[in-house]
């Protein structure tokens, strides 16, 4: 069918044609919006999936509704484990917000404070921006000390007192959140310990992989009565359906039931397959209703795109010592596995690859949600394994020079 009125959206972070089967938590997540911009309580929440299932579309789907009801908002992604990110971000996305709640009224004494803040926090950790330039005449010392979990919970405390002052209140939408530093991870648990307990009108969502849960209790222990962590899985049989047919059907086209079946089946509900699917199944199929034959014709297509894509650029990155412990894993199928038998797939022990264990948990490959378990954070990971490296090598210790 014409690829011109293809609807589907396959790629990172895009908007799908049908925003499909997020009910229960787009609803807590309204309801701890609007108790937080009237002064109640609500619990920050933190969104765990694995790749592919729509994170990060929800998020932004949140984060819009925050806007929408009239919060002030600073949404960012943090790109790496490298640390260090969260200053060098949050600082001129900070700094729009005063600028803003500025022009609500005239610079308050409470809006100087966060302007003061704010210049503190950039120069203890060397960030440079186009500084807030009103009045300034805050406490010169506070947020900083250089001491990431000391200064960001004054930093941001100072900014939801401005913004409550302005009627309004501070939402932060944080993206793969796993790679956050661990000071940084214990400074935002902090700072939510203290929106708490002083009622400062703040809440963080957060998105990210499966792991974070364990990060932050490490960082902060109160971390677990202070977030929530709904869980972004694969789509229920009938969301995912609503998924494909929703934009079919608004280009006047349909799926028969098998083909649609297929498609659920093959998808097994993951987001990012269904919108790949769809998008090959349309361009496949010569005419409506799209039937099982057009998907099993669009097999090839299908495969050879999320190779290239979604599979293999997350390979890539990984050095060849990460591949083969990948392909051991894979060699044990979809898992979670033992890490002992991991090791032992590739003819060692646990202690011998545990670095390039590490490796993968801190690149967001794999993790570890309970003690000595492994999974693969990407959907459907092991088949790709086993076809881009079919032979397991045994593991060879290097040798030392
Ligand atoms: N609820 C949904 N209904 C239909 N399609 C969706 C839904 N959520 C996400 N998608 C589609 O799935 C794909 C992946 O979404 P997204 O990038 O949000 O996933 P993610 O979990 O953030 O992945 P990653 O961990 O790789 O960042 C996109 O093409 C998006 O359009
Ligand atoms: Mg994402």
């Known amino acids: 069918m014409d690829p011109r009125l293809n609807p589907f959206a396959p790629g990172a972070g895009t908007r799908p044609p049908a925003f499909a089967g997020r009910d229960p938590i787009l609803e807590a997540a309204d309801i701890a919006l ?3 911009i009237a002064g109640r309580h609500a619990n920050s929440m933190i969104l765990l999936g694995l790749r592919g299932v729509g994170k990060t579309v929800l998020l932004n789907r949140l984060h819009q509704e925050a806007k929408a009801k009239g919060y002030e908002t600073v949404r960012l992604e943090v790109p790496d484990a490298a640390g260090g990110h969260l200053a060098r971000m949050i600082v001129p996305m900070l700094d729009t917000v005063l600028r803003r709640l ?4 005239d610079a308050g004494a409470r809006l100087c404070q966060a302007g003061a803040n704010l210049a503190n926090f950039a120069a203890a950790f060397k960030v440079s921006y186009q500084g807030f330039a ?24 100072a900014v939801w007192e401005a913004a409550a002052d302005r009627g ?8 793969e959140v796993q790679y956050l530093s661990k000071p940084e991870l214990a400074a935002l648990a902090r700072t939510c310990h203290e929106a708490a307990q002083q009622g400062g009108r703040f809440l963080l969502i957060g998105a990210g992989l499966p792991q974070i849960a364990a990060l932050a209790g490490e960082a902060k222990s109160y971390a677990e009565r202070l977030f929530t962590y709904p869980e972004v899985g694969p789509l229920s049989p009938d969301a995912a359906r609503e998924a494909l047919t929703r934009p079919v059907e608004a280009e006047g086209a349909a799926f028969t039931d098998a ?18 699917w769809g998008k090959f199944v ?11 034959d057009d998907v099993i014709r669009a097999h090839p297509a299908i495969r050879a795109d ?14 060849a010592a990460e591949q083969q412990y990948l392909r051991a894993m894979a060699e044990l ?9 991991v090791a032992r797939a590739l003819g060692t022990e646990s202690s011998q690859v545990a670095n390039t264990r590490r490796k993968l948990i801190e690149s967001g490959m794999i993790y570890s949600q309970r003690h000595g378990e492994t999974a693969f954070t990407v959907p459907l990971f092991d088949t790709f394994m086993k076809r881009t490296m079919p032979d397991l090598v045994p593991y060879t210790p290097r040798k030392r020079a």
């Open 282 to 292: 349309w361009d496949e199929a010569d005419a409506s209703p799209i039937t099982e």
């Open 259 to 276: 083909a649609l079946e297929r498609i659920v089946a093959d998808t097994q509900g993951y987001a990012y397959f269904l919108q790949s």
């Open 134 to 157: 009103l009045g300034l005449d805050g406490d010169g010392l506070t947020a900083g000390s250089g001491n990431m979990e000391a200064d960001l919970p004054d930093l941001m405390r």
């Open 168 to 175: 309004t209140a501070l939402g932060l939408f944080i993206d």
């Open 34 to 36: 609007d108790r937080q």
């Open 306 to 319: 999320l190779d290239q894509s979604f599979f293999r650029t997350r390979f890539d990155r990984c050095s």
């Open 102 to 105: 500025d022009r609500r009224r």
């Open 333 to 341: 199928g979809p898992g979670p596995h033992q890490t002992g038998d």
